[in-house]
């Protein structure tokens, strides 16, 4: 099993441009999550789903979207990228909503 | 939302010796787990635990649900155990907030 699998792993982006990272579970989770690690701060939760069709808001939505159109995967998607969202973003994914977290590889985004 | 302070922020270590990393919330939780980052950013999740305690080998957890803390015991440090603990806990279902960690570094 592969667990949670996140692409691109690194991606430079001008101001501006967008971009999708995807995000794709083989363990068939119901929860799944994205959150972004800056230094110094933790990782901070943007959005969220509890199963295929739905989303919620995190701590830190505001410049992003996604969407949950198959229970395996999770899209977050920048359609203005800034460069305050310039970071390593982490897709994670869970049984329920308070089980054990299991987290991608990340994916370092700059955005120029 | 919860805020989640972990102390140390910085610890370093020769190899051999124990640890203690503490993690306090400023609300109950229902949902509390440690991870560890190792150098290469991969987050590995090493406990769940809401209450009570757990071992797994040279780490073990324990929380005090009703005093809003955890803590987590690394004995016997080794040079693999270098990296990042954070500490997460939420008390929605689907959120958890997270530390800022405690950096570890462990010497030879």
């Known amino acids: 099993n592969a667990g949670v699998t996140q692409t691109p792993k690194f991606r430079v982006l001008k101001t501006g441009q967008s971009m999708t990272l995807l995000c794709a579970q083989d363990?068939?989770?119901?929860?799944m999550y994205w959150y972004r690690q800056d230094p110094g701060m933790g990782l901070r939760l943007i959005h969220y789903?509890?199963?295929?069709?739905?989303?919620a808001k995190g701590e830190v939505p505001d410049g992003y979207n996604v969407s949950r159109l198959k229970k395996q995967n999770f899209l977050l998607g920048l359609e203005s990228a800034a460069p305050s969202q310039t970071s390593v973003y982490f897709c994670?994914?869970?049984?329920?909503?308070?089980?054990?977290?299991?987290f991608g590889e990340g994916s370092r985004l700059t955005v120029l | 939302g919860i805020q989640v302070e972990q102390s140390p922020p910085d610890l370093i270590l020769q190899e051999g010796a124990n640890s203690t990393l503490r993690c306090n919330f400023s609300?109950?939780?229902?949902?509390l787990q440690w991870f560890h980052q190792n150098p290469w950013g991969q987050l590995i999740n090493l406990f769940y635990?809401?209450?009570g305690t757990k071992q797994n080998g040279r780490l073990s957890a324990t929380t005090v649900a009703t005093e809003r803390y955890s803590l987590l015991y690394i004995s016997s440090s080794q040079t693999t155990d270098s990296g990042v603990y954070f500490c997460?806990?939420?008390?929605?279902?689907?959120?958890?907030?997270f530390g800022r960690g405690t950096q570890l570094t462990v010497w030879p």
């Open positions: 994670a994914s869970s049984f329920i909503g308070t089980g054990e977290l299991f």
């Open positions: 997460a806990g939420g008390s929605t279902l689907g959120r958890l907030y």
């Open positions: 363990m068939n989770h119901e929860y």
């Open positions: 609300d109950s939780v229902n949902n």
């Open positions: 635990i809401p209450s």
């Open positions: 789903s509890v199963g295929e069709g739905t989303t």
